[in-house]
């Protein structure tokens, strides 16, 4: 990564605007459920105050789409930060305007701003909005992996306004196990692609054809593919309008180096609920009236045995509807196998989203070499496109004026 990083940058007596990823989940009663973000971003948070900074924090929560939602602010994340660190965090009710500016020159040490997309202009990237966060500021850094896809006010307009951007520990550090994954990974290098609509995942499928030694599919997606063979697939998920897509990839896979592995037998339910009827049929023989919700146990012992030998695997999607536990097995033993072959020294990289989740709800996330912040994010990096947010911070080797 060819950019600025924390380390990078003197800090000492500056007032630093960093870009946050504080989007986590909340109750009914505005409490948080999964901290697992706030705590991703502290060791940029304490470099900044260990090194004498002062800290004004960024960042979205939830989708207000540019209206102000009491349910939806960033006040909750206040105290809990404030909790985590021992030290008092102060809150601004908005993140721009007169009294924003002034909480900007008068806080002690960490300033945390309001819900950025309260505004319309943080989506739109307005320039003056993006003018007005960096207000006060002298340093930029972008922590905030989950949103560096977007071309937002507070990844990329703010940029213009500081002459060094760098990116903070935890964007490094996804960066760096997705790169090198893609550009020189310990092989055999296998993928696992999941999740329910081929739609999402066809310029993921693309770019790893060829990069890849075996790529995986599972989850929903697989029944287009199987439509696409001629076989009957009941009321399983079906992308009619990707059938041509579908085949388009079975063609490629057969021109690649890449090993293309779809499941041989699945689970077929009786309905799309905890408790239904599950039989474990093959791909060519499925009920007309049934529905897929996971990968079978055939595919599933076939699968491991493929990740058993692998030294780096990339995992997005999971290869069932996990949420129920009668239709998780597929998904938790790749879970499980990613988990062994890290302990044995794999590389093992979850590409946040629902597989996130999905190791998270299983206990794994320890245990696994990398669990990146951004599922969005993740899979366009593994789609080859680049980074709004990554690319407006400062080349590493730009001189500074």
């Avoid at 960066?175 to 993928?191: C, D, K, S, T």
């Avoid at 995942?201 to 693309?206: L, Y």
């Avoid at 439509?227 to 309008?241: D, P, R, T, V, W």
Wanted: charged share 25%; aromatic share 6%.
């Amino acid at each position: 990564m060819n950019k600025l990083t924390i380390d990078d940058i003197a800090l000492g007596g500056k007032t630093v605007l960093m870009r946050v990823d504080f989007n986590v989940p909340l109750d009914a009663d505005c409490k948080i459920t999964d901290d697992l973000r706030i705590r991703a971003a502290l060791p940029s948070i304490r470099k900044v105050l260990d090194e004498g900074g002062r800290l004004v924090l960024c960042s979205h929560l939830g989708r207000p789409k540019g209206e102000r939602k009491p349910e939806l602010s960033l006040k909750p994340v206040a105290d809990h930060l404030a909790s985590l660190l021992d030290i008092s965090v102060e809150f601004a009710d908005d993140c721009v305007g007169p009294q924003v500016d002034t909480l900007k020159e008068s806080f002690s040490k960490i300033l945390l701003l309001e819900n950025l997309r309260f505004h319309k202009a943080e989506r739109g990237n307005d320039a003056e909005f993006a003018a007005a966060l960096a207000a006060g500021c002298d340093v930029y850094i972008n922590e905030a992996f989950g949103t560096a896809h977007r071309a937002h006010a507070s990844t990329e307009g703010v940029t213009r306004y500081f002459d060094q951007c760098a990116a903070g520990y935890l964007m490094e550090k996804e960066l760096q196990f997705l790169g090198r994954a893609l550009e020189n990974p310990q092989r055999p290098f296998v993928a696992i692609l999941g999740g329910a609509k081929i739609s999402g995942k066809i310029d993921v499928i693309q770019n790893l054809l060829g990069k890849t030694d075996t790529l995986i599919i599972g989850g929903g997606m697989i029944f287009t593919f199987y439509k696409a063979h001629g076989y009957e697939i009941g009321k399983s998920l079906l992308e009619a309008e990707r059938l041509d897509m579908a085949k388009e990839i079975l063609r490629l896979s057969q021109e690649s180096t890449t090993e293309l592995e779809l499941p041989t037998d699945v689970a077929a339910a009786d309905r799309f609920e905890a408790g239904a009827d599950v039989q474990q049929v093959p791909v060519h023989d499925f009920p007309s009236d049934r529905i897929g919700v996971d990968i079978g146990p055939a595919t599933i012992e076939r699968f491991r045995n493929i990740l058993e030998n692998a030294k780096t695997v990339v995992w997005n999607g999971p290869m069932g509807v996990f949420e129920i536990a009668d239709f998780a097995a597929g998904t938790r033993a790749v879970a499980e196998t990613l988990a062994d072959i890290s302990e044995k020294g794999a590389t093992t990289i979850v590409g946040g989203g629902d597989s996130a989740a999905a190791v998270k709800q299983f206990g794994l996330e320890d245990k696994l070499s990398h669990v990146s912040t951004g599922g969005g994010a993740s899979l366009e990096f593994l789609e080859g496109k680049t980074l709004p947010g990554l690319a407006a911070l400062t080349d590493a080797d730009k001189e500074l004026t």
